[in-house]
């Protein structure tokens, strides 16, 4: 048998052999590219510069095979000028985009239509089913084994799971949907959700949606963003109240204390109001969860890791959103390695998810088709509040707040 610490190794080795796999893909990629000699006829070129000219004082030029980049400063505002850039353009088998330059300036990329991903891919809904069911099964054995049942031996006390296994995926199915629903109502190609299951643990690792189409502009990547935390915190939420009716309070120094599997209440700030509200109890308590408060309680917790603005993660894409991409990826750097520090001084079981989001959300995520606009000011204040959410679930009750509610943070 394979010890827990072998484990953990083998998969992190895992994570990484992918990710240096993922990366000699790229380079071999931008290698060809930079490899391929201009194609396009010098007339053509100026014909496009012709048609951007009167939106763009246009200061500098770039040609890679059938992709060309222009540079320079606006003549009118960014949404007025990429609407009419489109127009101009209509006629042509191309893709603008706009992007932030150096300080003022802004760049105008026109794409061959084949490589913004044009066309159309049917969803394989077999796939998707075959997986939710899975994710089903293993989450409600993952639900079961923890309330001490084992289904292989006693499969007809299955419903002994379901309250976890309902509970999470219900969370989880509505931020993915949330993720889904918005992006088809602002015209984006996406997939259906994509459900993990794992035959230990947790039963699941989450579950995810793929875009197949570019965002078009930085409100609809906000609003793909935000809608899935927050639609997976409309049932989080009551699960965790729900469930915290269920749940044993352990009181602070009880021999007991030490045997419970639980949370400690004045661990987060969030957890720690709906403990007060639901059960009156004090944040020196510990709470042994019921199923469904603890699928509740991990849904905030993957609320939160969601929104770490972070590369890919929903908490990058709002960043960016709100403050552009340079200083999104600048956040985004900062972001990862305080997750890192947190993994290692804080949580130490934070560390598996630590390089995940570091394989696989990066620091920097995909621009949109109009990505200089900003918001209006309703999304950058929805925006600060996601992240005044985030800071509510991941921060222990703070020591000048336990005084005046009766609240306790664990680590003082």
Same mark, same amino acid.
């Given at each position: 048998m394979?010890?827990?610490?072998?484990?953990?190794?083998?998969?992190?080795?895992?994570?990484?052999?992918?990710?240096?796999?993922?990366?000699?893909?790229?380079?071999?990629?931008?290698?060809a590219?930079?490899?391929?000699?201009?194609?396009?006829?010098?007339?053509?070129v100026?014909?496009?510069?012709?048609?951007?000219?009167?939106?763009?004082?246009?200061t500098?030029?770039?040609?890679?095979?059938?992709?060309?980049?222009?540079?320079?400063?606006?003549?009118?505002?960014?949404?007025?000028?990429?609407?009419?850039?489109?127009?101009?353009?209509?006629g042509?088998?191309?893709?603008?985009?706009?992007?932030?330059?150096?300080?003022?300036?802004?760049?105008?990329?026109?794409?061959?239509?084949?490589?913004?991903?044009?066309?159309?891919?049917?969803?394989?809904?077999?796939?998707h089913?075959?997986?939710?069911?899975?994710?089903?099964?293993?989450?409600?054995?993952?639900?079961?084994?923890?309330?001490?049942?084992?289904?292989?031996?006693?499969?007809?006390?299955?419903?002994? !799971? @379901?309250?976890y296994?309902?509970?999470? /995926?219900?969370?989880? =199915?509505?931020?993915?949907? #949330? &993720?889904?629903?918005? *992006?088809?109502?602002?015209?984006?190609?996406?997939?259906?959700?994509?459900?993990?299951?794992?035959?230990?643990?947790?039963?699941?690792?989450?579950?995810?949606?793929?875009?197949?189409?570019?965002?078009?502009?930085?409100?609809?990547?906000?609003?793909?963003?935000?809608?899935?935390?927050?639609?997976?915190?409309?049932?989080?939420?009551?699960?965790?109240?729900?469930?915290?009716?269920?749940?044993?309070?352990?009181?602070?120094?009880?021999?007991?204390?030490?045997?419970?599997?639980?949370?400690?209440i004045?661990?987060?700030?969030?957890?720690?109001?709906?403990?007060?509200?639901?059960?009156?109890?004090?944040a020196?308590?510990?709470l042994?969860?019921?199923?469904?408060?603890?699928?509740?309680?991990? !849904? @905030?917790i993957?609320?939160?890791?969601? /929104?770490?603005?972070? =590369?890919?993660l929903?908490? #990058? &894409?709002?960043?960016? *959103?709100?403050?552009?991409?340079?200083?999104?990826?600048?956040?985004?750097?900062?972001?990862?390695a305080?997750?890192f520090?947190?993994?290692?001084?804080?949580?130490?079981?934070?560390?598996?998810?630590?390089?995940?989001?570091?394989?696989i959300?990066?620091?920097?995520?995909?621009?949109?088709?109009?990505?200089?606009?900003?918001?209006?000011?309703?999304?950058?204040?929805?925006?600060?509040?996601?992240?005044?959410?985030?800071?509510?679930?991941?921060?222990?009750?703070?020591?000048?707040?336990?005084?005046?509610?009766?609240?306790?943070?664990?680590?003082?």
């Amino acid at each position: 048998m394979i010890n827990g610490l072998a484990f953990w190794l083998i998969l992190v080795a895992l994570f990484v052999f992918a990710y240096l796999m993922g990366m000699r893909k790229a380079a071999a990629r931008l290698a060809a590219a930079r490899a391929v000699p201009p194609v396009l006829p010098t007339e053509e070129v100026a014909a496009m510069e012709a048609k951007l000219e009167p939106y763009l004082f246009i200061t500098g030029r770039k040609i890679a095979g059938e992709m060309f980049q222009f540079e320079g400063r606006l003549k009118c505002e960014p949404d007025e000028a990429y609407r009419q850039i489109r127009e101009a353009l209509a006629g042509e088998p191309v893709t603008p985009m706009l992007l932030e330059g150096n300080e003022h300036d802004v760049r105008v990329m026109v794409l061959p239509g084949e490589l913004a991903g044009q066309g159309v891919e049917k969803p394989k809904w077999a796939v998707h089913w075959l997986l939710f069911a899975a994710t089903m099964a293993t989450t409600t054995w993952a639900g079961a084994l923890d309330a001490g049942v084992n289904l292989l031996q006693q499969p007809g006390k299955f419903a002994v !799971g @379901l309250p976890y296994s309902l509970g999470l /995926l219900l969370i989880l =199915g509505a931020h993915e949907l #949330g &993720h889904y629903f918005t *992006a088809k109502a602002h015209g984006i190609r996406v997939t259906p959700p994509f459900f993990i299951p794992v035959p230990f643990a947790l039963g699941t690792f989450g579950a995810f949606i793929k875009i197949k189409s570019f965002t078009p502009n930085r409100q609809a990547l906000f609003d793909v963003a935000v809608a899935g935390p927050l639609a997976g915190l409309v049932f989080a939420i009551p699960a965790l109240l729900i469930g915290l009716h269920y749940s044993q309070v352990i009181p602070n120094g009880s021999p007991d204390m030490l045997d419970s599997n639980g949370v400690q209440i004045g661990s987060s700030v969030l957890l720690a109001c709906l403990a007060k509200i639901s059960l009156g109890a004090s944040a020196y308590d510990h709470l042994s969860l019921h199923p469904l408060a603890f699928a509740g309680w991990l !849904g @905030l917790i993957v609320t939160a890791l969601n /929104l770490a603005p972070i =590369g890919q993660l929903d908490g #990058g &894409h709002i960043s960016h *959103a709100l403050f552009g991409s340079r200083q999104a990826q600048k956040i985004s750097m900062v972001a990862m390695a305080l997750l890192f520090l947190l993994a290692m001084f804080v949580w130490p079981g934070m560390i598996l998810w630590a390089f995940i989001v570091f394989f696989i959300a990066g620091t920097r995520d995909t621009p949109a088709a109009n990505d200089v606009s900003p918001l209006d000011p309703g999304r950058k204040l929805l925006g600060y509040f996601t992240f005044f959410l985030l800071l509510l679930i991941i921060m222990p009750v703070p020591r000048v707040l336990f005084e005046k509610i009766g609240l306790h943070s664990p680590y003082l």
